[in-house]
């Protein structure tokens, strides 16, 4: 809830830089912290598990027969 009202604020005070309203912005701004809320934790495990396969596979293909 306080990370809307922060993510709106600022796509609100960048989108009156052109003179205009902020509204868009502020729409923008919420959209933008709720996605990323959503993305970077998925990214963040996609990423480890790669990196573990990556890991897992090397260790493999280099282990004494």
Do not use: S
């Not at 205009?20 to 495990?45: H, N, Q, S, Y």
């Amino acid at each position: 809830m306080i990370g809307d009202a922060i993510a709106g604020y600022i796509g609100k005070r960048i989108d009156e830089r052109d003179g205009e309203g902020g509204t868009l912005g502020a729409i923008a701004g919420i959209a933008a912290w709720r996605v990323t809320k959503r993305v970077v934790p998925a990214a963040i495990v996609l990423g480890a598990a790669a990196l573990g396969y990556r890991y897992l596979t090397r260790r493999r293909d280099t282990a004494p027969a």
